[in-house]
């Protein structure tokens, strides 16, 4: 009985927690389907001064006039999207890539100064983020890459984070498939291809999926590295909409969360078991 009671509190104390937690994104989603007059009837002038604003849930007349306004009338915003993706993808990919080959290096090989290597990396992983932006601005401008996608796609992909993450998944898998492998006559890279990878996909999805949603919301790399607002990402597109343009604000908002939700709701699973299991093991 009293474990009974206990779980209830628990869940209504976490339910009151969540819905603390997805009230803005409710606000956002119903906001963005009312008409720029109900939005500046809530929102608008005057209400900032009196400290009071009416939060509605419910439209008084639903509109798709934001949405139309974004998707028609405003080709900066779809520039932008674009913009996102070919900053993005690639460098999802390619770190991807880098990561899974440099974990399997280090969580599967028998090497002088492994330990120590993988310590490093663990060091960069903890630097905060401003640190690390001024040798990279240097080093792009020594290339000559600043001011072009290269400069933000280089430095996504040799991060610190994605090898950590799949190292960790790695290095649980039993050495003994390697083994039996090797003496089958496979080579490494066969190995890598046909074992390792197979038995660490929910690892590389979870750091899909992460790396995704960091490079999706980054803002100060695109701001620094990029002059050419034509070359910026979505992500800096809301600081750009003018005051009078609330409503705009709202269903940018909203197509903005669209690529992380489908991303996230596809690979769920994948993120969840990927991370727990990263960090039981090592």
């Known amino acids: 009985m009293k474990a009974s009671i206990k779980s209830s509190i628990l869940f209504i104390v976490l339910l009151v927690f969540a819905m603390i937690m997805i009230f803005?994104?409710?606000?956002?989603?119903?906001?963005?389907?009312?008409t720029e007059s109900e939005i500046v009837f809530n929102y608008g002038m005057g209400k900032e001064i009196d400290g009071f604003v009416n939060l509605k849930w419910i439209p008084d007349?639903?509109?798709?006039?934001?949405?139309?306004?974004?998707?028609?009338?405003?080709?900066?915003?779809?520039i932008m999207f674009w913009n996102s993706l070919l900053l993005v993808l690639p460098i999802v990919l390619g770190q991807a890539a880098v990561a899974t080959m440099a974990a399997f290096a280090l969580s599967q090989f028998q090497f002088r100064g492994r330990d120590s290597l993988f310590f490093i990396y663990l060091?960069?992983?903890?630097?905060?983020?401003q640190v690390t932006l001024v040798p990279n601005y240097l080093a792009?401008?020594?290339?000559g890459l600043l001011n072009s996608r290269a400069s933000i796609i280089l430095p996504g992909i040799f991060s610190a984070f994605g090898v950590f993450l799949v190292r960790q998944f790695m290095i649980?898998?039993?050495?003994?498939?390697?083994?039996?492998?090797?003496i089958d006559g496979?080579?490494?890279?066969?190995i890598f291809y046909r074992i390792?990878?197979?038995?660490?996909?929910?690892?590389i999805a979870a750091l899909v999926i992460l790396v995704f949603v960091d490079n999706w919301n980054m803002v100060e790399q695109p701001l620094i590295f990029l002059q050419d607002a034509y070359q910026q990402p979505l992500s800096i597109f809301l600081s750009r909409i003018n005051e009078g343009e609330r409503g705009l604000a709202f269903a940018a908002a909203?197509?903005?969360?669209?690529?992380m939700l489908f991303v996230f709701l596809y690979a769920e699973n994948d993120l969840i078991e990927g991370i727990q299991l990263s960090g039981v093991k090592g």
């Not at 060091?123 to 983020?129: K, R, Y």
């Not at 496979?186 to 066969?190: E, K, L, T």
Request: proline content about 9%.
């Open 186 to 190: 496979a080579g490494y890279w066969a």
């Open 61 to 78: 007349l639903v509109s798709l006039e934001q949405f139309k306004a974004l998707l028609f009338d405003r080709m900066q915003f779809l």
């Open 24 to 34: 803005p994104l409710i606000i956002t989603v119903t906001n963005s389907f009312m």
């Open 140 to 143: 792009m401008d020594w290339l």
């Open 172 to 182: 649980g898998i039993p050495h003994d498939y390697v083994e039996a492998a090797k």
């Open 123 to 129: 060091m960069t992983m903890l630097m905060p983020f």
């Open 254 to 259: 909203v197509l903005y969360m669209l690529p």
């Open 196 to 203: 390792i990878l197979p038995m660490s996909r929910p690892g």
